[in-house]
């Protein structure tokens, strides 16, 4: 659902991202100068959408470069398409695009190379946009009743898709790779064609386990399984390198208590648990920092409750927490930001999270929600940057 090929390519010394200023409170420019980094790591993070907008919840984004990034989710039953343009994001209004209660997943290659992927109904749809227009595709695979929110990820030459199968189309052919019962790919990564990544579960949860699975160009292969938690829904996958595979999830605490995290390392061998301090999330997005690390975000439950929306980045040994920003209109009272997505935004080393917020509960009793795309505002250099 991500370009993460972007941050293998990054140059090694990175600058400040643009700055973000939150227009009419649901649209934001982002078209300020950076400049140089120097000192020790120092991260923030930007509201660039939120309010009343297009779009109140966002379930995917994918990016070409600083300039251009799409985010996909609904509003009012009705999927919505994002476009963000280097300045602002806004509703996609390219032609094309027939009606789904959702869209849950984006996978963009080129300006004329997109991929989205939506439902409604217990139907699928697929669409394709060329640079000028969108165009269903014909899928293949039975509609997902378990996981509506079936995953995509594109490269050149290849579609891969997830559900009760997997799936890869190329050259207008799809593949079928059958799974066994219950098993369901809830995320997918590619690195090129020939060397892509899944996870998902052996449902149900309590008494399955974790399945990951690796693509080599011809077949997929089931790897070892990862050493997460016991009971974990392990639903989200992040590859920087062959050698270098994350997988991640959250499970059910006793009692009632805050989620409980995992998160596991494949180098090229075995699987490790890095989950460390990691605490106290509904880990829902995940994804490599380009020098060696790791950002997840998600729903954050730390007792006492707040509303602060929450991301945590693993630097290869420890784990570090900061706070998002908070949309000038969402409730401070009770958790209720949710990323369900981050991608890196090009070149300069920043990160795109989308998800939704909560606002305050009107008199009749409604909690109305708005989508919301934060942006990483400041950078860390790499261990040779000057």
């Known amino acids: 659902m991500h370009v993460r090929h972007l941050l293998r390519t990054a140059a090694a010394s990175l600058t400040l991202a643009a700055t973000l200023l939150t227009a009419g409170g649901a649209e934001a420019a982002g078209t300020a100068a ?46 919505v398409i994002m476009r963000w343009d280097g300045v ?72 891969f898709k997830g559900g009760d199968a997997l799936y890869t189309y190329a050259d207008g052919t799809w593949q079928t790779f059958a799974l066994p019962s219950r098993v369901d790919i809830r995320d997918i990564d590619a690195l090129s064609a020939d060397d892509a990544y899944a996870t998902g579960m052996r449902y149900p949860v309590r008494g399955g386990h974790p399945v990951t699975y690796h693509w080599d160009g011809t077949t997929w292969t089931l790897m070892e399984e990862p050493p997460v938690r016991t009971g974990t829904d392990t639903a989200k996958i992040t590859a920087e390198a062959p050698d270098s595979v994350y997988v991640a999830g959250w499970a059910d605490a006793p009692d009632a208590a805050p989620p409980i995290p995992s998160v596991a390392h494949w180098d090229g061998t075995a699987w490790r648990d890095i989950t460390g301090s990691l605490a106290d999330l509904y880990l829902h997005a995940i994804t490599t920092d380009g020098r060696g690390g790791l950002w997840v975000t998600g729903n954050d439950q730390t007792e006492p409750a707040e509303a602060e929306p929450v991301f945590w980045h693993y630097d290869g040994t ?14 401070t009272r009770w958790p209720s930001y949710t990323f369900y997505d981050l991608a890196p935004v090009g070149a300069s080393g920043g990160f795109w999270a989308v998800g939704h917020y909560t606002m305050p509960m009107t008199p009749q009793g409604d909690q109305p929600v708005n989508a919301l795309i934060e942006r990483s505002t400041t950078l860390p250099l790499t261990a040779d940057a000057g």
């Open 318 to 331: 420890d784990w570090t927490k900061q706070p998002g920003a908070l949309a000038p209109d969402g409730d």
């Open 88 to 159: 602002r994001w806004s509703k996609d209004t390219a032609p094309g695009l027939p009606d789904v209660w959702q869209w849950s997943s984006v996978s963009a290659v080129s300006a004329q190379d997109v991929w989205a992927y939506g439902s409604a109904n217990r139907s699928q749809t697929l669409v394709h946009y060329d640079g000028t227009r969108w165009t269903t595709v014909p899928t293949t695979g039975p509609f997902d009743d378990s996981w509506p929110e079936v995953p995509i990820e594109a490269v050149p030459g290849r579609l």
């Open 34 to 79: 950076g400049s140089e980094v120097s000192g020790s790591d120092v991260s923030g993070w930007e509201v660039s959408l939120s309010g009343a907008g297009p779009a109140e919840s966002l379930m995917s984004v994918s990016v070409i470069d600083e300039n251009l990034a799409w985010a996909v989710g609904r509003k009012a039953q009705h999927g």
